[in-house]
């Protein structure tokens, strides 16, 4: 199945200049999402309670806050979900619980604290409404989400060096800059737009970050191999349009496995169910982005390295010494 055809000869270097500017300028907004306004973690990353309160009746988010607030809950995040009959409420963890009844000990687990938290929000809510009922509290630890934190960092990182580790041995040392490059191109961009939007960041979302560093070298592999076999099998061409080649002779492929992974996520996005979006709103946003930046991006930035045909025509092996013995 073509869509474009393999030997049509479009001047996606042309761009070059453009593409990599832009890139640019959207890898610094996204940074500065990151550094000014940060992520809005999720509760597998902070530690919490989080606890989903179902209505008879419509509610008011901020009816919700005055109500918590009331009971001693000023910092509860509130938020409504799939309508105005259910809201997820969202209360920092704490260490110990600070709730126990004189003469006994606190609750230190973690089912202790979530159920008395849970009876704390229930009678706080039907305090004011007494149509309300409370499902059971999801509870994280603060030691628990930092740990998680931080090893997600740290997965992400040794991925990043495994691909350039993987990409400078199976190519060479330029080939793997321009992957690593594109890699945090994608993979920036991708977090900068959970920065900007604040849409939460939980585990799932952090877990398909890493499904789109892995889809977006996937791409980066198959031009990059294509590369190397025409520079290989061409005499006198020039770079710019050895990769010119490499990316139409692999459009089709490139455009008709982004277009069939999207419409998945997408299709996983409506009727997966609000667990799932995050997962799929990620990889539709990293599809697009590991697409355009394996043509754009990765190939412009190869050709400013230099690369050039002896970087890839095996070394030849001297065998004159040896002929000299007797």
């Known amino acids: ?60 988010i901020g009816d919700v806050r005055a109500a918590l607030a009331a009971a001693g809950h000023e910092d509860a995040q509130v938020v409504p979900v799939g309508g105005t009959h259910n809201v997820s409420i969202r209360l920092q963890a704490k260490e110990e619980a600070s709730a126990a009844a004189p003469g006994t000990a606190a609750p230190v687990s973690g089912t202790s604290q979530g159920d008395r938290i849970t009876a704390e929000v229930l009678k706080a809510l039907q305090a004011k409404r007494d149509d309300v009922t409370v499902k059971p509290a999801d509870f994280v630890g603060p030691q628990v989400g930092a740990e998680l934190k931080s090893d997600g960092v740290v997965a992400v990182i040794f991925v990043i060096i495994g691909i350039m580790i993987y990409i400078g041995i199976r190519f060479e040392w330029r080939f793997a800059v321009a992957a690593i490059a594109s890699e945090f191109h994608d993979t920036l961009i991708t977090v900068g737009f959970y920065a900007l939007t604040q849409r939460e960041f939980d585990i799932t979302v952090l877990a398909s970050v890493l499904a789109v560093v892995g889809y977006s070298i996937n791409d980066k592999v198959v031009v990059f191999d294509r590369v190397r076999e025409l520079f290989r099998s061409s005499r006198k061409a020039e770079p710019v349009e050895v990769l010119n080649r490499a990316i139409n002779s692999t459009l089709s492929r490139t455009i008709i496995t982004a277009l069939f992974t999207a419409i998945t996520m997408v299709a996983l996005y409506f009727f997966g169910g609000p ?52």
């Open 275 to 326: 667990v799932v979006h995050g997962f799929a709103l990620t990889m539709i946003i990293g599809i697009v982005i590991g697409t355009l930046s394996s043509i754009f991006f990765a190939s412009p930035i190869l050709l400013r390295l230099g690369v050039s045909k002896k970087d890839l025509m095996p070394v030849a092996r001297d065998d004159s010494a040896l002929a000299r013995r007797p």
């Open 1 to 60: 199945m073509e869509i474009f055809n393999p030997h049509s000869n479009i001047d996606f270097l042309r761009l070059r200049t453009i593409s990599i500017t832009i890139s640019i300028i959207l890898v610094i907004v996204s940074i500065g999402a990151i550094m000014t306004r940060g992520l809005n973690y999720g509760l597998d990353f902070t530690g919490g309670v989080l606890v989903e309160a179902e209505y008879k009746n419509p509610v008011e």
